[in-house]
């Protein structure tokens, strides 16, 4: 019976040359003859993978297996009637290095040794194929830290296969800001092994909202103050700073802070903004002169205002 070359490779036959070169490769890592030594059948399931994606990835000998169930109708090219089971390499050019045949496919498997891995497994090779080399997964950790870590930079601990890594975040780190550490992924199969990434995850903190690069706190100013003008103290992720008010400053007027916000990321001298968003408070009890004395400034208040 022909070979089902769609079916070799778990593919349907309505993929495109983008799905059919991704189940190659995933196939061709599992059953390459180098990474199952203990197999005897990985090297005949290997060569058949291979000859289903030689056939499937080349657009004219596709089109003849659909139509005539073989690559090669004059031929007999394996897959179709009357092919010669032994022959599975015929057509195959194993060293077409620029034309996005098996070179450029294992190029990419097997770490730029893909050409001498290439050879044996042609037809008439007798050597063993150069050891298989695939490079390691990177790998994405999540790692938290609080605001205030986020505008100073922060450390972390990591413990990898038993050593203990000393990590830097940097100063202005947001969600989604990526450390690497080079090497302490998943580890290669003869291959370079790939990447651990953490991942930083900014905790919300009570006092400040962070919008990008600025940052927003609330300040409570007493009646008298807002009414008088004075100054307040903010606080900020630094160091407090006095702010002066001005006389009739409202309840919830934002006053600006240069270069008061988060650190820019990777920008050391680079700052946001602090927005002091102005709350303001009043006595929660006055004793009957205290209430006297209100009344009598309301009273003045409103004349004048007639």
């Known amino acids: 019976m022909a070979k089902d070359h769609y079916q070799t490779l778990g593919v349907s036959r309505d993929s495109d040359e983008k799905q059919i070169k991704k189940a190659y490769r995933k196939l061709a890592k599992e059953f390459h003859p180098d990474t199952n030594p203990d197999n005897p059948n990985a090297e005949a399931k290997f060569k058949e993978i291979n000859e289903a994606y030689e056939v499937l990835s080349d657009k004219e000998k596709r089109s003849n297996y659909d139509r005539f169930g073989t690559a090669n109708p004059q031929q007999g090219f394996p897959g179709g009637a009357g092919a010669n089971p032994n022959t599975y390499y015929r057509n195959v050019d194993f060293n077409d290095m620029g034309n996005g045949g098996f070179g450029d496919i294992f190029e990419g ?128 992720l630094d160091r407090p700073v006095r702010l002066k008010i001005k006389p009739g400053t409202q309840s919830g007027q934002k006053l600006r802070l240069t270069g008061k916000g988060m650190p820019v990321l990777r920008k050391s001298d680079e700052h946001g903004d602090l927005y002091a968003r102005m709350l303001i408070t009043v006595p929660t009890s006055l004793t009957p002169e205290q209430r006297e004395l209100v009344e009598q400034l309301k009273a003045s208040i409103e004349g004048t205002a007639q």
């Open 109 to 236: 498997l097997f770490g730029g040794r893909g050409a001498s891995s290439r050879s044996a497994y042609g037809r008439g090779a007798q050597t063993r194929a150069t050891p298989l080399r695939v490079d390691g997964r990177d790998i994405e950790q999540a790692v938290s830290i609080s605001l205030r870590e986020a505008y100073h930079g922060a450390q972390r601990i990591i413990n990898k296969d038993g050593r203990e890594l000393k990590v830097t975040i940097p100063a202005g780190a947001t969600n989604g800001t990526k450390v690497r550490l080079t090497g302490e992924g998943e580890a290669g199969m003869g291959g370079k092994s790939g990447d651990l990434y953490l991942v930083v995850q900014v905790e919300t903190d009570p006092n400040f909202e962070r919008k990008d690069n600025d940052l927003y706190t609330d300040v409570k100013v007493d009646m008298f103050t807002a009414l008088l003008g004075g100054e307040v103290t903010v606080n900020t």
